[in-house]
């Protein structure tokens, strides 16, 4: 492990993205309408640009810079390059929507390239004042993405209810902070590591309630119960494109928060945090699954369906091993392939200013259109975690790892709730294939997206029948 000086060019993917965003934003102003297809472009050509940057870095050696406030590693990159992917396509899904209804498109990109920052950020964070940077550098412009649609009042309600939320969750994840550091003396996650052993008995209590307050703050922004209020109701009341982008990306980011700060800078309290997250993730895996049944509007079914992923993430996080930290990551970053597959094709559906949301705009999809009614089976399928597609081995790897460390009522409770969350998503296919159609207006959509959307869903298949070199990856970002 090496500390490197504030080099500039091992946070050139960070510097390049910010530096487009900050172009882009002003050369989208002085473009007429006609012309905006070259902000699309502009926009597409930086996210390829941070790939090739971020596939380069890919096998640096863990390193240090800017006083330690910022590193580099292959957990790091292997989720920056995920990252980009999804909101690169995320783009590429939302541009005709954008342009039909109305919505700003070039403060969409600027917005969504900003939030990626923040995202990347946080990923590579090693310090509280980063960390914070980061988190809020991601929230705040998905806060304003969500409010776009200003003639909108469910999209403005929404938006404020994201923010009151996202505010409460900072404040508590910054007083826990302020406690860890009261204690440490130190803003480094790293460090904090090296000295909490090394505290008294005196400061235990101090330090177990500075742990519930961080895990609070991460279980906000990825929305586990019991701080899941925010979740259906932004997923539902965003436009579909915001919603396509706030359910995928971010959960990875969120992952990676927890990563640093329980796995990294607190690995000698992993009894205490393991005890937290099995409540959250019981409870979540529960809830999630139990309420989407209920649900008839398919986003919130989604956004619950989300709740229960989380869950299931949090399985692997809280097996405190190699294992269940690869399995996690795993997780994380399948989850983020199937929402993006899922939401892109409600998307791709809501044309002319029909908005398609509800599981009955579904019915009779596959008479309309039979190759996006098989990716969406296909999509649904993984999430219920149906093999051979990549959901199943999602589950596979955390449950795996929870018989690693011999919670096997909770693996048998993941399992049980599993076959419970089928219903739900086979009341979807059900709807697609065995139902008459409300309507007949044809189904077209653009070849890049007709190409975008095939690649993701295959992508399910193909990952479900060749999983080894994402979970080989996943594991190597750990040293494993």
């Known amino acids: 492990m090496t500390t490197a000086t504030p080099n500039l060019l091992l946070v050139l993917p960070e510097l390049v993205l910010l530096g487009m965003a900050c172009c882009i934003l002003l050369v989208d102003v002085c473009l007429s309408e006609q012309r905006k297809f070259i902000t699309y472009g502009l926009v597409q050509l930086s996210l390829v640009a941070v790939l090739v940057i971020l596939f380069l870095h890919y096998n640096t050696a863990t390193t240090f810079t800017f006083s330690k406030m910022f590193v580099i590693d292959k957990l790091g990159n292997l989720m920056k390059i995920s990252m980009v992917f999804v909101v690169l396509f995320i783009f590429l899904f939302s541009r005709n929507y954008l342009k039909e209804n109305k919505i700003p498109r070039g403060e969409f990109y600027v917005l969504g390239m900003l939030s990626l920052l923040g995202m990347m950020v946080l990923v590579s964070t090693n310090d509280f004042i980063t960390l914070y940077l980061g988190l809020e550098l991601l929230t705040l412009p998905m806060i304003a993405m969500v409010a776009l649609q200003r003639e909108s009042a469910q999209a403005s309600e929404a938006a404020i209810k994201f923010f009151v939320m996202s505010a409460l969750a900072s404040g508590i994840l910054l007083y826990g902070l302020s406690l860890l550091y009261g204690m440490t003396a130190t803003l480094n996650i790293v460090q904090m590591s090296q000295i909490i052993p090394s505290l008294s008995n005196a400061q235990y209590p101090v330090l ?3 742990l519930v307050f961080v895990v609070i703050g991460i279980c906000f922004k990825i929305g586990a119960v019991p701080f899941h209020m925010w979740l259906p109701d932004v997923y539902a009341g965003a436009p579909n494109p915001i919603t396509l982008f706030v359910s995928s990306a971010p959960k990875i980011a969120g992952l990676a928060m927890g990563i640093r700060l329980l796995v990294s800078g607190m690995p000698g309290l992993h009894i205490e945090w393991q005890a937290l997250l099995i409540v959250i993730a019981a409870l979540s895996i529960g809830l999630g699954n139990l309420v989407a049944v209920a649900q008839s509007n398919f986003k919130r079914m989604l956004a619950y369906s989300s709740i229960a992923h989380m869950g299931y993430m949090l399985l692997g996080l809280l097996a405190a091993t190699q294992m269940g ?32 949301e509800n599981i009955r ?10 190759w996006l009614a098989f990716l969406m089976l296909l999509i649904l399928f993984s999430m219920a975690g149906i093999p051979p597609l990549a959901g199943f081995f999602t589950k596979v790897g955390v449950i795996e790892a929870l018989i690693g ?5 909770l693996a048998v409770y993941a399992i049980l709730f599993a076959v419970i969350g089928c219903y ?18 044809a189904i077209t959509y653009p070849l890049d997206a007709r190409i975008a959307i095939s690649i993701n869903g295959l992508f399910v298949l193909v990952l479900g029948i060749f999983p080894g070199w994402l979970f080989a990856l996943c594991r190597a970002a750990f040293g494993a």
Do not use: C, Q
């Open 208 to 210: 177990l309630l500075s």
């Open 325 to 356: 930290y690869s399995a996690a990551v795993f997780y994380a970053l399948v989850y983020a392939v199937m929402a993006l597959g899922a939401f892109a094709i409600l998307v791709i559906l809501s044309r002319n200013g029909i908005e398609v």
């Open 361 to 370: 705009d579904l019915r009779g999809l596959n008479s309309r259109s039979p």
């Open 405 to 409: 460390v011999h919670l096997i009522w």
């Open 424 to 441: 739900y998503y086979i009341r979807v296919v059900k709807e697609m294939y065995f139902e008459e159609p409300e309507t007949d207006v």
